[in-house]
C-alpha cells in the first residue's frame, strides 16, 4: 500500500490512501477539526476499517506521517533483532515504501520516538564503535613490513653476488623498514 501527501490543518500529511479518505471527510465537516500538532510518534489515529500509526512526527516543519498498524508492528519493530546484536547502537533500514534508503540509529532498550530524537548523538556513536581496530591494523601494517623487508634481504643478496651501485640504498631502505617494524613491534605490546 503506499502513501500519499495532503495539505491538511497546516500540515502536510503522509498517509496510506485509505486513512486519506477518511481525512477528507472529517476535512469536509465544518463541525470537526483534526489537531496534528497533538500527535507524537507511536500514536493512533483511528478510522472506521483501520488504525494508522504516527511514524514520523515533525511539528516544526509541519509534516506527520502515519503507516497502518499492520506495517508498524512488522516493519518498525527492531528491538528484538537489535537486542541479540553486540553492538551498543544499530543501524537498521526502514523497509517501509514510501521512505526511500531510509536508515535509523537505534539503542534497542529506548523506544522509537527517543531513537528519532537522538539520532546525531546516536550516528556518532555508532560510527565510534564501527571504527576500524587500530591493533588490528598495526598487525597488518607490521605483516606488509615483513614482506617489503624479505623482499629487500632478496635483492641485498643479488647485489652481493653481482656487486651493484643500488647495495648502499637498498641497506639503508632495510635498515629503515626494520627500525620502523620493530617500533611498532614495540608499541604495540605495550598496548596490549
Known amino acids: 500500500m503506499e502513501n500519499k501527501n495532503l495539505k491538511c490543518y497546516g500540515y502536510l500529511l503522509n498517509c496510506p490512501d485509505d486513512m486519506l479518505g477518511d481525512v477528507t471527510k472529517t476535512m469536509n465537516n465544518k463541525q470537526t477539526t483534526i489537531n496534528w500538532n497533538n500527535f507524537n510518534v507511536g500514536d493512533a489515529f483511528y478510522t472506521e476499517k483501520d488504525t494508522y500509526k504516527c511514524v514520523i512526527a515533525d511539528h516544526s516543519m509541519k509534516r506527520i506521517v502515519f503507516v497502518t498498524e499492520d506495517v508498524y508492528n512488522n516493519s518498525l519493530n527492531y528491538k528484538y533483532e537489535a537486542k541479540t546484536m553486540s553492538k551498543l547502537v544499530q543501524k537498521i533500514k526502514w523497509e ?64 652481493n653476488k653481482y656487486g651493484a651501485i643500488g647495495e648502499l640504498t637498498t641497506n639503508s631502505r632495510l635498515q629503515t623498514l626494520i627500525q620502523v617494524r620493530n617500533d611498532l613491534q614495540v608499541g604495540l605490546e605495550e598496548m596490549i
Open 96 to 159: 517501509m515504501p514510501f521512505i526511500k534508503n531510509q536508515y535509523m540509529f537505534v539503542y534497542p532498550e529506548a523506544d522509537l520516538e527517543s531513537n528519532q530524537k537522538m539520532q546525531e548523538p546516536l550516528k556518532k556513536l555508532y560510527q565510534y564503535e564501527n571504527q576500524p581496530d587500530m591493533r588490528e591494523k598495526v598487525r597488518e601494517y607490521i605483516g606488509e613490513l615483513d614482506t617489503e623487508i624479505k623482499r629487500c634481504k632478496k635483492e641485498m643478496l643479488k647485489y
